[in-house]
């Protein structure tokens, strides 16, 4: 082990030393120094200038000897320059007698001020005279890496090195310490949270370099061994942990790898528990746990930056040339540590080195991001300086009247259009005029509490129509759309527009007229009629109040129609109705039925007090002379009156019953007043009804009802092949009777089921002996009482007549009328689902007769409509019948559904429903009834 001071004092001599190993479980691991040095001797000379054998809990001793050749004493400092060594004990022996001249123990886990000499590594002064020679032995046991160079100085190259490298760690510790300093700064002042990530991983970055150079354990906490331990792996899990953190908001994550951005903040969590563990695990073991996450962390975030760098992610740019720094020399370091590759200053300093290349690169990518996002700030401020100026001239030139105003109505501001709205031309002349637009947007207090009421409970309104004033008085009609919101000082406030709908409203009420009045005497028409007849009916069945109808069919009008002209007629005909008009009270209701029929609906009046305003009608009709050119004409009016109480079972019922008494009046002469007798009239009805249903029950049983069929006709050309509706008639002797005079009957005594499936079977067994007819067959439509429809044991029976006959489901269609299907519409829903579901199809008969509503169309999964017959039947002459018609047509066609229109009489209404776009149509003009044969 001799070895001299030569030429290498002026820049730190390594001398060539002999090592050797002992593990925990060597017999010689705690023998005395004699045993120690003999096995030295046996070593051979360790060629490294920097010993270094990893993770290990062996023990070291290394030996050496050295020679002043100087002629002159002279002391020198003996360096082990590593400082993460737990125990260091020198001991330097006369080389012949084996005396000890001198001998220190120090380490990591002793107090700094124990130390000879002030340094950051392990220094032991010794004092050489002139050719004196040293035998050096040196035991090293740590937790860390265990890496032991060793390097003999004189004093002044020694401070002249320590202050150069002290400069050098420091500058890094403080420039370091500046770029946390200025990414804090920035979170403070942006709150985004990238930068404080940034921060924490530069600060927890700073305070391992200086444990790692040893300026912490020197200068912050010299009295603090264990802690200079533990603070190594707790800030540097901490820095790791910050560092992925920072990776995942530099790299947005969270848009372009969704899994990725969990896994990072799963690896930070994982850093962030390995440094409070740090606190109480052993450091052997955390300090290995650490060197591998000082890897795997930077690895992760390396990988990453290069697959999103080959997706032209500009921040990745940036990010993979740093970390490509930064993983070699941690890669470098790490493999030091573990005596992989031998330890110099390059693989000593690598991760310092390395630290200023991502310092400065992650710098410029922030700075590069700062001005990126302010450009992008910049540009959307520009945007939105636009679209304000855009929004400014769009509010300015609106055709709508906009404005923001307090819930107390106090306005603050408005475009031209409102001002218009209320009558002054600007916004100025407005607030000049009024502070306030309560009473005026809307009208009404009323109205105003219900806009108020609907924005408090929903936020906004959408559409709320209203009468509204203007500043001269005049009222309009707007439509309000409104938000209530907060502004920047938290004051809610409203802001909306208005349109006016003045024009909108007028002609709703103007179709709204038409719709309930007869467009030649401005009476109430048949629809409006019976729907004001209906609600009479319903207030005597709760209340029991009595009212009457009076129909009056005029007589001799006829003459006048054939001798002068219909205008002549149409104008006899508006004069009887203002004759009529001048009769009526504010509660009643008079119409013109159709042609020269009338009806008045006297409120809570009694049959007699009906009876005497008849007889004055009738005297007054009569007395009337109409004049036209030079003819004078007399007419009279048969007049029948029935009472309206809550006896009385329907609004039809009611008017069937005061035309039976009109048409007994003309038979008993005309010219009088016929007042019905409920009582009789039941009487009489319900004998007749008994005895057809005692035919009607024979005729089934002695097979005397008969199958007939009436075409129904498409416009579609691409439709094909025989297309009916199934009737009915009973034969009686050689008489063929109508259904009306008989199914009203088999209804009332529930013999309509019956019937119903009399038609059923008798269609279905015909069509098996008629296979060429059910061959061409493309539809054929049979109709379904209410009753019918109830039964639990109808679907089998249909089921079974199918199979036996073989009649294929989707030739067949099932009528059900409109009253039918709103009795019970759950039902008959599911009734209708279930026998579509075997190829079934329906059709809703009679639409728009009695509760038509367009949401049943939603509700009910029909397959077709059969638009009622009183829609078609003047629908020449009645606008609002061929409105009506139309919109049917439209919704229906909307809702995919085929229309049927019946009642085709005439070549006129045929051409009217072709234009219209029905699809089916039926009637007597096209085909008249005929037997099944």
């Avoid at 109505?409 to 607030?431: D, Q, S």
């Avoid at 089998?796 to 199918?802: E, M, R």
Wanted: with cysteine; charged share 20%.
């Amino acid at each position: 082990m001799d070895d001299t001071f030569q030429s290498l004092w002026s820049q730190g001599y390594i001398p060539k030393v002999k090592i050797l190993e002992l593990r925990p479980n060597d017999p010689d691991f705690a023998e005395p120094m004699t045993t120690i040095r003999k096995r030295l001797e046996e070593q051979s000379i360790t060629l490294a200038d920097a010993p270094s054998y990893g993770y290990s809990r062996s023990a070291f001793w290394v030996g050496f000897s050295v020679t002043n050749e100087q002629e002159l004493s002279r002391t020198y400092y003996l360096e082990v320059a590593y400082n993460r060594l737990d125990n260091v004990y020198f001991q330097v022996t006369q080389p012949n007698t084996g005396a000890v001249v001198t001998e220190f123990a120090s380490g990591d886990l002793k107090p700094f001020s124990m130390r000879p000499l002030k340094a950051s590594n392990f220094v032991l002064p010794i004092r050489f005279e002139a050719r004196q020679s040293f035998n050096v032995y040196i035991r090293i046991e740590t937790a860390s890496s265990a890496q032991f160079p060793i390097r003999i100085w004189t004093p002044d190259r020694f401070t002249e090195q320590n202050q150069t490298l002290s400069g050098v760690t420091g500058g890094l510790i403080g420039m370091i310490g500046v770029m946390a300093a200025y990414n804090l700064f920035l979170f403070l002042s942006l709150r985004e949270k990238s930068f404080l990530h940034f921060a924490v991983t530069l600060i927890s970055y700073a305070v391992v370099e200086g444990v790692l150079t040893g300026f912490a354990f020197q200068y912050a906490w010299p009295n603090l061994p264990y802690w200079n331990d533990t603070s190594l792996t707790f800030f540097g899990n901490m820095a790791l942990a910050s560092l992925m953190l920072f990776s995942r908001d530099f790299l947005a994550l969270r848009a372009s790898f969704p899994r990725l951005y969990k896994g990072f903040n799963l690896m930070a969590l994982v850093g962030y528990g390995l440094a409070i563990l740090s606190l109480v695990a052993p450091y052997r073991t955390m300090i290995q746990i650490t060197a591998a996450n000082v890897v795997l962390s930077p690895v992760l975030g390396y990988v990453l930056s290069l697959i999103m760098t080959f997706r032209r992610h500009k921040p990745a740019y940036y990010y993979a040339i740093a970390f490509t720094f930064f993983v070699i020399s941690a890669a470098v370091f790490t493999l030091s540590k573990s005596g992989i590759i031998p330890r110099n200053f390059l693989t000593e300093y690598s991760i310092h080195l390395s630290a200023v290349g991502v310092v400065v690169l992650f710098s410029f990518a922030m700075a590069d991001r700062i001005h990126y996002e302010r450009q992008t700030r910049e540009n959307a401020q520009q945007s939105a300086i636009d679209n304000l100026q855009k929004y400014r001239a769009i509010y300015e030139k609106s055709l709508e009247g906009m404005f923001r105003v307090l819930p107390d109505g106090t306005l603050l501001a408005c475009n031209p259009a409102f001002a218009r709205l209320l009558g002054v031309e600007t916004e100025e002349e407005l607030l000049s005029a009024i502070q306030n637009t309560v009473s005026l947007v809307p009208a009404s207090e009323e109205a105003g509490y219900q806009l108020i009421t609907q924005l408090n409970q929903q936020g906004h309104i959408f559409g709320f129509e209203t009468k509204c004033r203007r500043l001269d008085g005049s009222e309009f009609w707007g439509a309000i759309f409104a938000n209530k919101l907060e502004d920047a000082d938290h004051h809610v406030i409203i802001e909306g527009s208005i349109v006016d709908i003045t024009d909108k409203k007028e002609n709703e009420l103007q179709l709204s007229y038409l719709a309930a009045h007869d467009p030649l005497t401005n009476l109430l028409n048949r629809n409006e009629f019976e729907k004001r007849l209906r609600r009479a009916l319903a207030t005597s069945r709760e209340s029991g109040s009595e009212h009457a109808l009076i129909f009056v069919d005029l007589d001799q009008f006829k003459i006048v129609n054939d001798t002068s002209g219909h205008v002549a007629g149409d104008e006899l005909l508006r004069q009887i109705g203002s004759l009529f008009h001048s009769h009526t009270r504010e509660d009643d209701a008079l119409a013109r039925l159709g042609g020269d029929e009338f009806a008045l609906l006297l409120k809570n009046c009694h049959i007699d007090k009906a009876t005497e305003i008849g007889q004055r009608l009738r005297s007054e009709v009569s007395e009337y002379r109409f004049f036209w050119g030079r003819k004078v004409f007399n007419v009279g009016a048969s007049i029948g009156i029935v009472p309206v109480t809550g006896e009385a079972a329907s609004v039809e019922e009611v008017l069937s019953l005061a035309d039976t008494a009109c048409y007994a009046a003309k038979d008993a002469g005309r010219n009088r007043v016929i007042v019905h007798s409920q009582k009789a009239h039941d009487l009489t009805q319900r004998q007749n009804e008994m005895q057809v249903a005692t035919n009607l029950l024979e005729a089934i049983k002695s097979d005397q009802l008969q199958l007939y069929y009436q075409n129904i006709v498409s416009t579609r050309p691409e439709v094909k092949g025989l297309h009916y509706e199934i009737l009915v008639r009973l034969r009686q002797n050689e008489d063929i009777i109508s259904p009306g005079a008989f199914l009203p009957a088999a209804e009332r005594y529930n013999m309509i089921r019956a019937v119903d499936r009399w038609v059923i079977q008798s269609y279905f067994k015909w069509l098996h002996e008629h296979p060429g007819h059910l061959f061409e067959l493309h539809q054929a439509n049979i109709n379904l009482s209410s009753q019918t429809i109830g039964e639990a044991d109808f679907e089998p029976f249909l089921t079974k007549l199918l199979d036996q006959y073989r009649i294929p489901a989707s030739r067949i269609c099932f009528e059900v009328t409109e009253t039918t299907a709103i009795a019970n519409m759950v039902e008959t829903a599911k009734f209708i689902r279930r026998l579509q579901a075997s190829g079934v199809q329906f059709a809703l008969d009679d639409f728009g007769s009695g509760f038509s509503s367009y949401s049943y169309l939603k509700t009910l999964p029909v397959n077709s409509v059969k638009i009622d017959g009183s829609f078609i039947r003047d629908i020449l002459i009645d606008p609002v019948d061929h409105a009506m018609v139309r919109s049917i047509t439209e919704v229906a066609h909307l809702m995919e559904l085929s229309v049927v229109a019946e009642f085709v009489e005439n070549e006129g209404i045929q051409n009217a429903l072709e234009e219209i776009g029905v699809d089916f149509m039926q009637g007597y003009h096209l085909h008249v009834p005929k037997a099944l044969e």
